[in-house]
């Protein structure tokens, strides 16, 4: 098994910076990706970035629009997401997830393992 661990959410106010951390332990050598999905009330659970846990090579949600950032250290079997430009509308619960299949996807269905998530509110 994978266990994640996220952290870093918290209180900011509009055109505020937020950094997210996943560290993820146990059979880390099993992992192919990981990702970061979000979850705002009444929402569905949202795809936000994914990264290569091998080459790095990402991929993000077309709404992202360049204000979201995912980075990895294999070192320190840890993900990032470097949130630039919040708006209220970024307000929900991060989640990581990681996936044991290859490839880098944005259905959450494909993802295996999962964090206990962390709350971000963006205050306008």
């Known amino acids: 098994q994978v266990q994640l661990v996220e952290s870093g959410g918290g209180l900011v106010q509009a055109g505020g910076s937020l950094r997210l951390s996943c560290h993820a332990s146990?059979?880390?050598?099993?992992?192919?990706?990981i990702g970061w999905f979000r979850h705002a009330p009444g929402k569905e659970r949202q795809f936000v970035a994914a990264?290569?846990?091998?080459?790095?090579?990402?991929l993000y949600a077309d709404y992202v629009e360049g204000r979201l950032t995912i980075s990895g250290d294999n070192d320190k079997n840890t993900v990032y997401l470097q949130m630039d430009s919040l708006k209220p509308e970024d307000t929900a619960v991060y989640y990581c997830a990681c996936r044991i299949a290859y490839g880098l996807v944005k259905n959450n269905y494909d993802y295996r393992y999962w964090g206990q998530g962390t709350q971000v509110t963006v205050s306008s």
């Open positions: 990264i290569n846990w091998g080459d790095g090579s990402t």
């Open positions: 146990g059979r880390t050598f099993s992992i192919s990706s």
